[in-house]
């Protein structure tokens, strides 16, 4: 990895919102709605922290009618993995939120 890669990853690593995202993407896929009730704001912010864990090859984004889904990539960096390995999944960002209907 060279050192342009792994200061984007460390960046988007260095953020509390973002890593309880992480926390919440790191058994399963889950969609944008539910991650917006999981850190209580705003839907654009939301959007905002999952660009830049997007942006650093973290995650991914799959589309589902009007919502995304996001999961980790398979083949994390070894810095993030271990950042990754050490986060506690939260079990509160199931789907089922009444904006969030597949």
Known sequence: MNISSMEKQLKALAD???LILLSCLKNKEVC???LVDVLNISQPAVSQHL???K???IIKERKVG???H???VENL???A???VDELDVLTKCDCGGESCSI
Do not use: E, F, H, M
Request: aromatic share 8%.
């Open 81 to 83: 993995q271990q950042v």
């Open 66 to 68: 009007t919502w995304k």
């Open 55 to 57: 942006d650093a090859g």
């Open 70 to 72: 996001y999961s980790i």
């Open 32 to 34: 944008v709605c539910d």
């Open 51 to 53: 660009k830049k864990l």
């Open 77 to 79: 960096s070894p810095v």
């Open 16 to 18: 509390a919102n973002r």
